[in-house]
């Protein structure tokens, strides 16, 4: 029977729910899907130590080690574009603007709070850049995406929790189910087939960063004259407005 985790009435943090689950891929050749709207680097409390496979401080590193032991891994979450809309990135630019020509004003308190949400973005592109580099490891995108599916070689995990420092530390109620292959086949086998399917319906990286700089250059930006050549060009333009 499926397990319950569920932090209105936590035994513990999802973070160790998902530790155990990688560990149990450490030790296993094949594959793992990792299907979440939203993924960022999450340290954990105590550092995932499965001599002599694992020793990860976070769950980005945790997915690259498992990758360099053979582990085939499909990753499929929202593409960038879906928090960076051009309306939006041009609102930081003009208040931007009219902060450091008057960083007294009343502006003062919402141009923190857009520093601390830039920050939260450029480290989201960050941890998912570290692994699109990696040699085993797959990641492609559908920003219509809401499930949340994790799925190795022994356990599947279903629920609302994304691979997200919010979700695993308890910031947010979550509640996951994990499913053992062994005990609940039928289930996994399903479960296993829909990642499957979502991640060979969606979209590479370099399609959607294309669609991206398409809809950037059609923006209010391109007519100020900011115009962008690629991923790398829009993350120096975030980190010049912070």
Known sequence: MPEVYCTLHPR??????????????ADEEGELFIISPWITRVRFEKSLVYHPYL???????ALAQLA????????VTRYYDDILKPNRIYSWYQLYKVYVTNPLSEL?????????EVRHILSRIEALEELTVRNNIF??????????????KKYAIIGS?????????????????L??????EELYLQIRGYAARYFNTALNEELCE???????SASKLDRLGIRFENLASVKSFLMSLI
Not at 12 to 25: A, N
Not at 68 to 75: A, C, D, M, P, S
Not at 139 to 152: C, P, S
């Open 12 to 25: 513990e943090l999802l973070e160790e729910v998902f530790k155990r689950f990688l560990i149990e891929e």
């Open 55 to 61: 020793d990860a401080e976070d769950n980005i590193e």
């Open 68 to 75: 360099e032991l053979g582990k085939r891994i499909f990753i």
């Open 108 to 116: 003062g308190e919402l141009y923190r709070e857009m520093v601390e």
């Open 139 to 152: 990641v492609r995108f559908n920003n219509r995406i809401h499930a949340k599916i994790y799925v190795g």
């Open 161 to 177: 929790a994304n691979f997200t420092r919010y979700a695993l530390k308890n910031f947010n109620d979550e509640c996951v189910l």
């Open 179 to 184: 499913i053992s292959r062994e005990e609940e």
């Open 210 to 216: 294309r669609n991206f700089l398409r809809r950037l």
